[in-house]
């Protein structure tokens, strides 16, 4: 008897962008970080989620990528401008929402798509799960932490359309603005903490070093 299972939300995991306020020469993502990098953490935390996964990324970061996921799960995009460029980002039609669009495109069949920085490295499995776990209520769902909304942010199956369709650099915002959608709290604080900028990579390392990863006051935002 032929048994058909549905197919599971996907986590894209967004790392083709430039990392602009990272002021150093190597990308933000490719920075070490305990044992692996912050994309490296980031993609394991995705994997053990026990979701499939895709990433999304660019020439100069395929090498890292290579070694967390296989190549079927890589989406590549064309390089963006370099950081000292005066082109505009949204001149060459790459942004955060074109990143988006083909990571949704790559896996039009599944049930949903849970967008997750790649320099979110303190992000727990257990928040991509529970976040995954209440998109069958809601079109857009995100996480949140003590009232802060952060990520991942989950779509429906049935925003594909609008998904695909994204462009330039300002995200999924028109989406989850247009639709309704629903906050999961989480005791998470990694689901708030990205790594914008060198103070940001410093703060996430101690707070690992610590074996916390509690978000104080003081932690740049």
């Known amino acids: 008897m032929l048994c058909i299972v549905n197919p599971s939300p996907?986590?894209?995991?967004?790392?083709?962008?430039?990392?602009?306020?990272?002021?150093?020469?190597?990308?933000?993502?490719?920075?070490?970080?305990?044992?692996?990098?912050?994309?490296?953490?980031?993609?394991?935390?995705?994997?053990?989620?026990?979701?499939?996964?895709?990433?999304?990324?660019?020439?100069?970061?395929l090498a890292e990528v290579s070694r967390h996921v296989a190549g079927r799960d890589v989406v590549l995009m064309p390089s963006l401008?370099?950081?000292?460029?005066?082109?505009?980002?949204?001149?060459s039609g790459i942004g955060m929402g074109h990143s988006i669009a083909a990571?949704?495109?790559?896996?039009?069949?599944?049930?949903?798509?849970?967008?997750?920085?790649?320099?979110?490295?303190?992000?727990?499995?257990?928040?991509?799960r529970a976040?995954?776990?209440?998109?069958?209520?809601?079109?857009?769902?995100?996480?949140?932490h003590q009232g802060r909304r952060g990520h991942p942010v989950g779509f429906s199956a049935e925003l594909f359309s609008d998904l695909v369709q994204l462009v330039g650099d300002d995200g999924a915002r028109r989406i989850v603005a247009r639709y309704p959608s629903e906050g999961v709290d989480v005791d998470d604080p990694g689901?708030?903490?990205?790594?914008?900028?060198?103070?940001?990579?410093?703060?996430?390392?101690?707070?690992?070093a610590n074996g916390s990863s509690a978000i104080t006051a003081d932690m740049p935002r």
Do not use: C
């Open 81 to 91: 401008p370099s950081s000292d460029s005066k082109a505009p980002q949204a001149a």
């Open 103 to 128: 990571g949704v495109a790559a896996r039009p069949n599944a049930d949903g798509w849970l967008v997750l920085p790649g320099d979110m490295p303190l992000i727990r499995p257990a928040t991509l």
């Open 191 to 208: 689901a708030l903490m990205d790594v914008d900028t060198a103070t940001d990579l410093a703060a996430v390392r101690a707070r690992l």
């Open 10 to 61: 996907v986590i894209i995991v967004l790392a083709a962008g430039l990392g602009r306020r990272f002021d150093a020469p190597t990308h933000k993502l490719a920075q070490p970080l305990g044992a692996s990098t912050v994309l490296g953490q980031t993609v394991q935390h995705a994997i053990e989620s026990g979701l499939p996964v895709v990433v999304v990324t660019t020439e100069s970061l």
């Open 131 to 144: 976040v995954a776990a209440a998109m069958l209520h809601q079109p857009v769902v995100y996480a949140q």
